[in-house]
């Protein structure tokens, strides 16, 4: 498992944008999927994107259009930038990484959360 960071969440109107970061350290796996859940209130936690290790992008129906995940290998890191939110996109958003050695697939290793919360 590796350790990830994560920062960039916070209060937003309507319509804003925020930007989140993740980044994963201190380890000798491979990393293959990288993203990011997200958990609103009363809810349960739901995937809102994911990347690939050769860069692939995949998204949830609901954050389509207005979400763009990209993935710097060098700096094994995530950037989650999203865009024209909605009070919907209010929630706790955990960044995840599949990580493996050889034949060994790590359990998912988890950020700590970061709250994004958007006013109407």
């Known amino acids: 498992q590796v350790r990830l960071v994560e920062s960039g969440g916070g209060l937003v109107q309507a319509g804003g944008s925020l930007r989140l970061s993740c980044a994963a350290s201190?380890?000798?796996?491979?990393?293959?999927?990288m993203g990011w859940y997200r958990q609103a209130p009363g809810k349960q936690r739901e995937l809102a994107a994911l990347?690939?290790?050769?860069?692939?992008?995949v998204y949830a129906d609901a954050v389509k259009g207005r979400f763009t995940l990209s993935r710097d290998n060098a700096k094994n890191t995530v950037y989650l930038q999203m865009n024209s939110l909605k009070p919907e996109d209010t929630g706790v958003y955990y960044c995840?990484?599949?990580?493996?050695?050889?034949?060994?697939?790590?359990?998912?290793?988890w950020g700590q959360g970061t709250q994004v919360t958007v006013s109407s």
């Open positions: 990347i690939t290790s050769g860069g692939n992008p």
């Open positions: 201190g380890y000798s796996f491979s990393v293959n999927d």
């Open positions: 995840f990484a599949d990580t493996y050695l050889r034949n060994y697939n790590a359990p998912r290793s």
